[in-house]
């Protein structure tokens, strides 16, 4: 709900998670690593409602500009 208030809050929400997708390093979990030169691309594939407002939509945009610039895709599925 807050996000619809507020819809920036979609875009930092979603830039949050692009930042993390394009700072990841590495990790570890039973005895097997990933590391970040094993990664060939980067992607966040997002479930959208199909109610979203537009201008919901135009911060989702801007987001997936922002991916673009940090070398993460973003592809987003609407849903409803």
């Known amino acids: 709900m807050a996000k619809l208030a507020n819809p920036n809050q979609v875009y930092s929400s979603i830039k949050g998670n692009i930042d993390a997708a ?3 390093k590495e990790y570890a979990l039973s005895g097997r690593e990933l590391t970040s ?3 060939s691309n980067r992607e966040i594939q997002l ?3 199909a109610d979203t407002t537009k201008t919901q ?3 989702i945009n801007r987001a ?3 991916g673009k610039s ?3 895709k973003v592809t ?3 849903v409803k």
């Open 70 to 72: 940090q070398g993460v």
């Open 64 to 66: 997936i500009e922002y």
């Open 57 to 59: 939509w135009a911060e």
């Open 22 to 24: 394009a700072k990841f």
């Open 37 to 39: 030169s094993m990664i």
């Open 47 to 49: 479930a959208i409602p």
């Open 76 to 78: 987003v599925t609407q």
